[in-house]
């Protein structure tokens, strides 16, 4: 009855359009589900995000569910994710993001690991968005996910309006894997929220091979493209 209430003067509404949500959807409308802006990059393994670490870091598969624009309104999908604190809307996403890559080759990974934050900026967050991600995808593909292995050593600023080059020098050696054994030999499935210039990702796919990680592929939930 309660939530009744709660619902009858504080409807919840779709993240993205601001329509009420009814019986059954959850952060995002039918239509908006329906319209969301996918790449289908797990159909094509050479894909834009598989090329982007051409020659800069050994990745077995890449892709990225959504296309990340400016205007979009999907925009406020991480939005809310990151800043917001609506950290299981990052969840629900993996969970549908994981249903559609489930029959693809992204299914033969063994293990799950998100890009972790570093300690400063989990305690100011309160949670790794990434990792609310990573909980949805391990579901939906049935695979396990480790969330204390890979660490992020050093802290640094954000990477946001650096050039490419700033990048990767603000996240080179920032990763470290702590128990190698847990890794050796296994195919890891890296998941993050944002891919721009995947400096990061390569930061982080270096320390996994380094560690003995047998093969690398990357799942993220958007990809910028401006």
Same mark, same amino acid.
């Given at each position: 009855?309660?939530?009744?209430?709660?619902?009858?003067?504080?409807?919840?509404?779709?993240?993205?359009?601001?329509?009420?949500?009814?019986?059954?959807?959850?952060?995002?409308?039918?239509?908006?589900?329906?319209?969301?802006?996918?790449?289908?990059?797990?159909?094509?393994?050479?894909?834009?995000?598989?090329?982007?670490?051409?020659?800069?870091?050994?990745?077995?598969?890449?892709?990225?569910?959504?296309?990340?624009?400016?205007?979009?309104?999907?925009?406020?999908?991480?939005?809310?994710?990151?800043?917001?604190?609506?950290? &299981? !809307?990052?969840?629900?996403?993996? *969970? =549908?993001?994981?249903?559609?890559?489930?029959?693809?080759?992204?299914? /033969? #990974?063994? +293990?799950?690991?998100?890009?972790?934050?570093?300690?400063?900026?989990?305690?100011?967050?309160?949670?790794?968005?990434?990792?609310?991600?990573?909980?949805?995808?391990?579901?939906?593909?049935?695979?396990?996910?480790?969330?204390?292995?890979?660490?992020?050593?050093?802290?640094?600023?954000?990477?946001?309006?650096?050039?490419?080059?700033?990048?990767?020098?603000?996240?080179?050696?920032?990763?470290?894997?702590?128990?190698?054994? &847990? !890794?050796?030999?296994?195919?890891? *499935? =890296?998941?993050?929220?944002?891919?721009?210039?995947?400096?990061?990702? /390569? #930061?982080? +796919?270096?320390?996994?091979?380094?560690?003995?990680?047998?093969?690398?592929?990357?799942?993220?939930?958007?990809?910028?493209?401006?």
């Amino acid at each position: 009855m309660a939530a009744g209430l709660t619902e009858l003067f504080y409807p919840s509404l779709c993240v993205a359009c601001e329509r009420k949500l009814f019986v059954g959807e959850r952060f995002i409308c039918l239509f908006c589900l329906q319209d969301l802006p996918r790449t289908n990059y797990h159909l094509d393994t050479g894909n834009k995000i598989a090329q982007l670490f051409w020659g800069r870091a050994e990745v077995e598969y890449a892709t990225a569910w959504l296309y990340f624009r400016k205007g979009s309104r999907y925009r406020k999908l991480i939005h809310y994710l990151k800043y917001k604190g609506l950290k &299981e !809307i990052g969840e629900s996403m993996g *969970l =549908l993001f994981g249903s559609e890559i489930r029959d693809s080759v992204f299914n /033969e #990974a063994d +293990i799950l690991i998100p890009i972790p934050l570093h300690k400063k900026r989990l305690k100011a967050r309160g949670y790794n968005q990434s990792e609310w991600i990573a909980r949805g995808l391990s579901k939906a593909l049935g695979k396990p996910l480790l969330t204390d292995n890979l660490m992020r050593e050093k802290f640094t600023s954000t990477q946001t309006q650096k050039t490419r080059f700033e990048r990767w020098k603000n996240v080179e050696g920032i990763f470290a894997a702590m128990r190698s054994e &847990e !890794i050796t030999g296994r195919h890891i *499935l =890296l998941v993050d929220d944002v891919v721009t210039t995947g400096a990061t990702l /390569e #930061a982080a +796919i270096h320390a996994l091979l380094d560690a003995g990680a047998a093969k690398v592929s990357i799942a993220a939930l958007a990809v910028a493209d401006n």
